[in-house]
Every structure is written in structure tokens, then in C-alpha cells.
């Protein structure tokens, strides 16, 4: 059994900073892709950043420059350094990863729980 917990969501002024965390734990044999997607009230969820376990990355255009995705190999664990934030941020934020889990021989995705993140004044 496998599961994804979420830390560090919370309430920033515009312009401010936030980091989240996720965590994997549980009969991982190997974790592929890592990502955050985001859904805000009656909005489609959207993906945010994605890394691979090599480290490459890649980001939606509304967030490129101000966040940063990154992982943590040993701990099973990506974040994402939230810089610059805006109004239009807030959302449930939700971590994503591809692992392959035993017994199984094939990788599935598993998702957080989400995290509230919201950006007001």
C-alpha cells in the first residue's frame, strides 16, 4: 500500500512564499515521475510542474520563473517552492507520482490528498 501526504499549504499575501511537501511511504519499489497539479473552485484540475527522477522539469507557463519543482530521491519526496504568488494561485494543490509499487510489476499513479494554498491580502 502506497500513500502521498501533502504538508505546507496555508494563507500568503500576494507577493509572498510558500513550500510544499510530499511524501511517499509505503511498499515502494521505484517512483517515476513526480508532479503537482492544481484545482481551484469550478476550474478543471491543471498540472503544475512535473519532474522526472533524473531530475528534468518542466512547468505550465503561468508558473514558469516563480515556481520551482524539486525531489528528494532518498526520502521519496518532491516539492515545490512557490515564489511571487498571486491571487489567481489559489487552489488545492495535489502531488502526483508514477510508482511501482510491490508486488505489482506495473506502475500506477497515486495521488495526495491535497493542500489548500490561498493567496489573499
Known amino acids: 500500500q502506497v500513500q502521498l501526504v501533502e504538508s505546507g499549504g496555508g494563507l500568503v499575501q500576494p507577493g509572498g512564499s510558500l513550500r510544499l511537501s510530499c511524501a511517499a511511504s509505503?511498499?515502494?519499489?521505484?517512483?517515476?515521475?513526480m508532479a503537482w497539479f492544481r484545482q481551484a473552485p469550478g476550474k478543471e484540475r491543471e498540472l503544475v510542474a512535473v519532474?522526472?527522477?533524473?531530475?528534468?522539469?518542466n512547468y505550465a507557463d503561468f508558473v514558469k520563473g516563480r515556481f520551482t519543482i524539486s525531489r528528494d530521491n532518498a526520502k521519496n519526496t518532491v516539492y515545490l517552492q512557490m515564489n511571487s504568488m498571486k491571487p489567481e494561485d489559489t487552489a488545492v494543490y495535489y502531488c502526483s507520482a508514477k510508482i511501482l509499487s510491490r508486488p505489482s510489476t506495473i506502475e500506477a499513479d497515486y495521488w495526495g490528498q491535497g493542500t489548500q494554498v490561498t493567496v489573499s491580502s
Open positions: 509505503g511498499t515502494i519499489s521505484s517512483i517515476n515521475g
Open positions: 519532474i522526472s527522477p533524473g531530475g528534468s522539469t
